[in-house]
């Protein structure tokens, strides 16, 4: 094998290189994109419940179905976003705690953070 071809496959394996990086951080992008608009929705939906409230207090109208509704939307509005942070730490080869929900090294056996032991 001569130098050009020692060369030419260095190249090809920094090019795979490349593009395996650039996927992840593309994935991790995605991801991070969405974890905001999920948060951005939860907040909506936070305000709409503080609404409901004062408008009950100030109005005296009913507005406990109104706020059950938004308290369902967010279980599963929280249940996605943790979906989501899980898919944007795995594309970082980390996990979240299931305790304190902080990222954490994908081998750790405890939480440096919350000292959770962590299977």
């Known amino acids: 094998m001569d130098i050009f071809d020692q060369i ?3 190249a090809c394996k920094a090019g795979e290189f490349i593009v395996k990086k650039a996927n992840q951080a593309k994935d991790y992008t995605v ?3 969405n974890a905001a608009e999920l948060r951005s929705e939860i907040e909506k939906r936070y305000k709409a419940i503080g ?3 004062y408008r ?7 507005t406990a179905e109104e706020i059950q509704e938004h308290i369902e939307a ?4 929280h ?3 943790r979906d989501q942070e899980e898919e944007r730490q795995t594309v970082r080869n980390r996990k979240l705690c299931p305790a ?3 990222p954490i090294a994908k081998d750790a056996a405890f939480c440096p953070y919350c000292g959770t032991q962590v299977k």
């Open 31 to 33: 991801a991070t994109w």
């Open 8 to 10: 030419s496959q260095e």
């Open 51 to 53: 609404k409901a409230i």
């Open 74 to 77: 967010l279980e599963e509005l």
């Open 79 to 81: 249940a996605r976003l």
């Open 56 to 62: 009950a207090h100030t109005e005296e109208v009913e």
């Open 100 to 102: 304190c929900d902080k």
